[in-house]
């Protein structure tokens, strides 16, 4: 549940490939990987968002809302997370609310 992507070759087949949940604060890519491994997830923050003390609050608020889900998230899946405007603005617990409910639509929770 701690693991995280390093390879830029899987979020490029994340955003091509995988399915697509659009929320409030945060855009969720999911993409099956191997079914015996952990899920693993990358945050992507881009330089539109504001400058880098902006950006790392939004990698940190948006890492923290993943914390909250990530007991509840079946194994084997590649989860790339990018940050919308509204998440400047974003507490850890709104965004949790809003990926969980992202982590639902995707069909990727638990039962």
Known sequence: ?????????IF?????RGRKYVGKYSVLYVLSG???????YGITVTKKRGGAVTRNRIRRVLREAYR??????VTGKYIVI?????????????????????FGALGILKK
Do not use: H, L, W
């Open 12 to 16: 490029t087949r994340a955003y091509r």
């Open 68 to 73: 909250q889900n990530a007991g509840d998230i």
């Open 34 to 40: 191997k079914p015996d491994e952990e899920s693993v």
């Open 82 to 102: 990018t940050a919308r405007d509204a998440a400047r603005d974003a507490k850890s617990y709104d965004a949790a609310r809003d990926m969980r409910a992202g």
């Open 1 to 9: 549940m701690r693991g995280t992507i390093k390879k830029s070759g």
